[in-house]
């Protein structure tokens, strides 16, 4: 990515709070990465993996321990008065005053943003039009998650910073502001999106870093993040077949209840084998099922493995994520089989 091009630009980039040494606690431990204009990018981690410090770090609302940090190519921090007109931050807890309504809390946050889209606009983007008169104390969890986004677009910003910002939401308000931070995305601006919805990420990212005690351990697009883990196909073993009947490359060990579980790199070859083989024994596969890994697979390796998260930043996909998860990585084919019919 050339530098130009380049809307978030961090390089080894460290926050520890406390003292040095002793009693001082490294949130942040030397992240790198880069987030081009009009990308949306996820920042996605186990609760305490560091993601908050991070996004504050990038909103200039605290100085970095150590590394570089850019937006909009001017330091967040020490240029805030340059850099804040530019950005829209959705923090975890937007802290307006309760006692106001929605409509009187766009026009005071509107009164201190500079080039401001009219309050009302913002709130119809967000779905809270309807609920202008109503006191914010009154509103609900997601709708003031809602209005906390409402605050953060009256700026028209060239770079958006969401931290969670569907948590509280229904499943329709999720849905909703996917649509509206897809839409956001497509007329140009460039989102840093923090989350614990998987499918969240899976369905907005462009790219998406997992970071583990303060590091990135695996980065990517979603597809080469969940291509690092091996695809699954499961059926129950027809009766009257041996399970030394099977072909040699697909040859599982199968449980008391006859399912068989194939881990495998190759999902199509090893599918492909399968089904030849049934073809030509003329058997039904009962409960037949094959399916890609899913994100919540890679993450939920990442954050159980119990290594130390020394992963380089921005390692590759596949490498990265095979590494901390422990698994042995062979070519196309089966990887690993299981007969218990457990999701491991
Ligand atoms: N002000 C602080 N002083 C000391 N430690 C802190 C402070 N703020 C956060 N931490 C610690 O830094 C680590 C990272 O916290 P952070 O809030 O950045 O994680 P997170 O990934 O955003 O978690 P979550 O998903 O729960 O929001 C945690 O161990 C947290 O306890």
């Not at 967000?126 to 969890?141: C, D, I, N, P, Y």
């Not at 030394?244 to 579980?261: F, I, N």
């Not at 290594?307 to 590759?316: E, H, L, M, N, R």
Request: charged share 25%; glycine share 12%; proline share 6%.
């Amino acid at each position: 990515m050339d530098s130009d091009a380049r809307v978030i630009d961090v390089t080894d980039l460290r926050r520890r709070y406390g003292p040095a040494g002793r009693g001082g606690f490294d949130a942040v431990r030397g992240l790198t990465f880069s987030v081009a204009r009009g990308e949306l990018f996820a920042l996605l981690g186990t609760n305490g993996a560091g993601k908050t410090s991070t996004v504050e770090l990038l909103e200039g609302l605290a100085a970095p321990t150590g590394g570089r940090v850019r937006v909009l190519g001017r330091d967040p921090y020490r240029e805030r008065p340059a850099v804040r007109p530019r950005i829209g931050v959705m923090l975890q807890e937007g802290g307006f005053p309760s006692d106001l309504t929605v409509a009187e809390t766009a026009r005071m946050w509107a009164g201190c943003t500079t080039g401001a889209r009219p309050p009302g606009e913002a709130l119809e983007m967000t779905g809270l039009a309807e609920r202008a008169r109503v006191r914010v104390k009154q509103l609900s969890g997601g709708e003031r998650r809602r209005l906390d986004l409402a605050m953060a677009l009256l700026g028209r910003p060239e770079v958006l910073f969401l931290d969670e910002p569907t948590t509280g939401l229904d499943a329709e308000g999720r849905r909703e502001t996917w649509r509206l931070v897809r839409g956001l995305r497509d007329a140009g601006t460039t989102v840093l999106l923090t989350t614990h919805y998987l499918e969240e990420a899976e369905s907005l990212a462009d790219r998406l870093a997992i970071m583990r005690q303060g590091r990135i351990v695996v980065s990517g697009t979603p597809a080469e993040v969940t291509a690092s883990r091996p695809s699954r196909i499961r059926f129950v073993l027809p009766d009257g077949v041996a399970p030394g009947e099977l072909p040699l490359s697909l040859r599982a060990a199968v449980g008391d209840d006859r399912w068989v579980e194939i881990r495998t790199d190759g999902l199509q070859e090893s599918l492909g084998a399968l089904l030849r083989w049934a073809g030509e024994k003329r058997l039904a596969l009962d409960g037949l099922d094959a399916r890609s890994a899913s994100l919540e697979e890679a993450f939920l390796a990442i954050a159980r493995s119990d290594a130390p998260a020394g992963a380089p930043p921005d390692a590759p996909a596949g490498a990265a994520a095979a590494a901390a998860s422990g698994a042995v990585r062979g070519g196309a084919g089966v990887k690993e089989t299981t007969g218990t019919g457990v999701e491991r």
